[in-house]
């Protein structure tokens, strides 16, 4: 057995050792000292235990000091401990109907990803169109936007990446080659822009879904919601694609190696196969009947359905199911959406609204360029689904007392969570490009702030001159 010595000085061991307790016992010191305040003026006692858990659970979420499923059920469980909401209330909210429709989104995305169907359409798509070192960007960058309509974003940008890393090392590019650069980019980019434009482009969407109607009891159609992020997302796409054409100055390249590349992989999957194909059908009847019938039958029932029709086509094993669905993150909704709703109903939300953010009355524009750039900002230094949950129940509050529809609230904080582009830990899509070894922090971190401030602008444009055409 080898022993290895730590020559460090005994203070960095220490502090090493020891951070991690610290943290643990300043958050215990903080949790309890909102528990006994009694500077919070009118609130309620409910009210003042629910912003006690909200801290608690947001700095957990945020400093991921423990597994975020875990935070999410530990909301679950202290909300009745402290007299919140009663035990079946707590866990009647956790089961939302939009945590089973997400359930149900990522075992569909799971099935297209395992038949091989996605890895198909895309070298198809870069076959197709990948002729010229500009049309080869191009069609990563499209193909990962509009996959990303239909699946996760993390899910296609995982597609991707082998494909674009085969292409990258067939060109023998150097970590130091801006085009090498700029195709793992596109591929971040791509699925970050087209992540925004459905409900299954990220978990976020139907958590704020869930969070509303919990709160409000109204609710934004996957339809509506479709016809303001698709052409959103279009403009966010093609805004996108030019400023990384413009950033990075690539010389000209020879694709001939990589294009023959593509199409070896191409042979070696062969012809599709029918599970390929009776997958594409369900996936396709499925958004067609999230679009067309989703209001009347219930986005979570159509989901569901469409899980148990590819058991019993057997499209899908339950292991596969295990290892392709991230059940944390189911875990971690379910507690947002029930604390979200114990905000609303104790008051907690309504006095943070009034008593810190705004104490007086604002114009809605300018609320909500506030509320989509501070979402923007939170979603850098954590994950989308957090900053959704931590801003959301609050936001709505602030949205009330300025008269502003709860769905232009609810679509503000989802729509603009998902629009971080400049650090690896905003999205999984950026933390995949940033794990090829081609890209270096400050290489995202520049042409990422530039592009996340375009889309802001994008955003407001939206919202002020499109949204009202096309009311939700």
């Known amino acids: 057995m080898r022993v290895v010595i730590d020559k460090r000085p005994i203070w960095v061991i220490l ?61 679950i469980v202290l909300l009745p401990l402290l007299g919140v909401m009663s035990t079946s209330d707590a866990y009647s909210l956790f089961g939302n109907q939009a945590v089973f429709f997400l359930i149900g989104a990522f075992i569909l995305g799971a099935a297209i990803q395992i038949s091989g169907l996605a890895a198909r359409i895309a070298l198809f798509v870069l076959n197709r169109f990948g002729n010229t070192p500009t049309t080869l960007l191009l069609s990563i960058f499209f193909f990962t936007s509009i996959m990303s309509w239909g699946m996760p974003e993390h899910v296609v940008a995982a597609i991707a990446f082998p494909i674009v890393l085969e292409i990258v090392r067939s060109m023998n590019l150097s970590t130091k ?31 704020a879904i869930g969070i509303l109607q919990e709160t409000t009891g109204k609710t934004i159609s996957f339809l509506d919601w479709m016809k303001f992020g698709i052409p959103a997302s279009i403009a966010l796409a093609v805004t996108g694609f030019i400023a990384l054409k413009l ?49 009347k039958i219930g986005l979570a029932n159509i989901a569901i359905m469409s ?23 189911i875990l971690m909704y379910g507690g947002a959406i029930a604390l979200g709703g114990a905000l609303e109903k104790s008051g907690a939300s309504r006095y943070v609204a009034q008593n810190i953010l705004f104490s007086q009355a604002l114009n809605p524009l300018f609320i909500i360029s506030i509320l ?16 959704v949950a931590a801003l959301l129940p609050i936001a709505l509050t ?3 007392s300025a008269n502003i529809d709860p769905k232009l609230i609810a679509l503000t904080i989802a729509f603009t969570s998902g629009l971080d582009f400049a650090l690896p830990i905003g999205t999984p899509a950026s933390a995949i490009a940033y794990s090829s070894g081609y890209l270096k922090i400050r290489e995202m971190l520049v042409p990422g702030l530039i592009m996340s401030f375009l889309a802001w602008l994008i955003f407001m444009l939206f ?8 009311p939700l």
């Open 15 to 75: 502090v090493e050792k020891t951070i991690v307790p610290g943290i643990y016992i300043l958050l215990c010191w903080i949790f309890f000292m909102i528990l006994s305040s009694d500077k919070l003026g009118a609130l309620r006692i409910e009210g003042r235990n629910t912003l006690a858990i909200f801290f608690l659970c947001v700095t957990l979420w945020i400093g991921q000091l423990i597994p975020i499923g875990i935070t999410g059920l530990l909301a």
């Open 177 to 207: 080659d801006n085009f090498a650069k700029i195709l793992f980019l596109s591929l971040a980019w791509g699925s970050i822009t087209g992540g925004v434009a459905t409900f299954l482009g990220g978990a976020r969407t139907p958590l």
């Open 247 to 295: 950033y990075f100055n690539f010389k000209d390249v020879n694709l001939s190696i990589a294009k023959e590349s593509i199409q070896k992989m191409i042979r070696r999957q062969g012809l599709m196969t029918l599970k390929e194909k009776i997958i594409a059908t369900v996936t396709i009847l499925t958004i067609g009947a999230w679009i067309f019938e989703g209001h």
């Open 307 to 329: 899980v148990v029709a590819l058991f019993v086509l057997q499209l899908i094993r339950w292991r596969d199911v295990q290892e392709n669905v991230n059940w944390g993150v």
């Open 372 to 387: 989509s750039f501070f979402t923007m900002l939170l979603t850098a230094v954590m994950s989308n689904a957090a900053a």
């Open 398 to 400: 602030v949205g009330n």
């Open 463 to 470: 919202f002020k001159y499109y949204l009202p055409v096309i």
